[in-house]
Antibody, heavy 119, light 107 residues
C-alpha cells in the first residue's frame, strides 16, 4: 500500500524558515517524480514544486521561487521542502504527491501538514 | 500560465441524478487534463487522467471527456459519497495549474 507521511507542521513568524518532510513507503520511491502542493484555508489547490526521480530537474511556482527548495534522499525514501522567508500568504496545508515517471499528474497524496505563518 | 475555469462553482443535486462538471482551459491543451475529488478534511484523490482514462479503484460512474480547451467530468447517478469538491488540473505546461473547483452539494 502506498503511503506518504508528511511531518514538520507548525506555527512560525513571518520571515522565518521551516522544513517539511515526506516519508514514502509501499512503492519504489526512486522511480517517481515528487511534488509539493498546497491549499490555503478554504481555498483551492496550488502546485508549488516538482523534483524528478533522480533530482536532475526541479521546478517551482513563481509564488515560491527563490524562497523554497525541494529536495529528496532516495536512500531514505524521503522528500523535503525547505521554506525560507515565509510570508503570511504561505499559510496552508502542504501535501506531498507522487507523479509517475515523466508524468505531471498526481496519483498518490499524503495526508498533509499545516503550516501557519503569523506573528 | 494556463488558466483553468471550472463551472459551475457549486452544483446542487439530488442523489441518483447524473451530472456534468465543466473545465475550460485558456488555451488548447490536447487531453492533458486530470480530475481529482476532495472530500471534506481529506486529501485529494485522482479520478481521471488524460481527460478520459480511468483510474484503478475509481467507480465506473465517473467518466471524463473532451480535448483542446473544453473538458467534462460526468458522474452517472450521483451517490451520497460523491458530495465533495472536484478539481481539474492541466499537465500541458509548467507551471502546473488547477481549476478553482466545483462543489457538488446535496439539494
Amino acid at each position: 500500500e502506498v503511503q506518504l507521511v508528511e511531518s514538520g507542521e507548525g506555527l512560525v513568524q513571518p520571515g522565518s524558515s521551516m522544513k517539511l518532510s515526506c516519508v514514502a513507503s509501499g512503492f519504489t520511491f526512486s522511480n517517481y517524480g515528487m511534488n509539493w502542493i498546497r491549499q490555503a484555508p478554504k481555498k483551492g489547490l496550488e502546485w508549488i514544486a516538482l523534483i524528478y526521480y533522480d533530482s536532475s530537474s526541479k521546478y517551482y511556482a513563481d509564488s515560491v521561487k527563490g524562497r523554497f527548495t525541494i529536495s529528496r534522499d532516495n536512500s531514505k525514501n524521503t522528500l523535503y521542502l525547505e521554506m525560507n522567508s515565509l510570508r503570511s500568504e504561505d499559510t496552508a496545508m502542504y501535501y506531498c504527491a507522487t507523479a509517475p515517471n515523466w508524468e505531471l499528474y498526481f496519483d498518490y497524496w499524503g495526508q498533509g501538514v499545516m503550516v501557519t505563518v503569523s506573528s | 500560465d494556463i488558466v483553468l475555469t471550472q463551472s459551475p462553482a457549486t452544483l446542487s443535486v439530488t442523489p441518483g441524478e447524473s451530472v456534468s462538471l465543466s473545465c475550460r482551459a485558456s488555451q488548447g491543451i490536447s487531453t492533458s487534463i486530470h480530475w481529482y475529488q476532495q472530500k471534506s478534511n481529506e486529501s485529494p484523490r485522482l479520478l481521471i487522467k488524460y481527460a478520459s482514462q480511468s483510474i484503478s479503484g475509481i467507480p465506473s460512474r465517473f467518466s471524463g471527456s473532451g480535448s483542446g480547451t473544453d473538458f467534462t467530468l460526468s458522474i452517472n447517478r450521483v451517490e451520497s459519497e460523491d458530495f465533495s469538491v472536484y478539481y481539474c488540473q492541466q499537465s500541458y505546461s509548467l507551471p502546473l495549474t488547477f481549476g478553482s473547483g466545483t462543489k457538488l452539494e446535496i439539494k
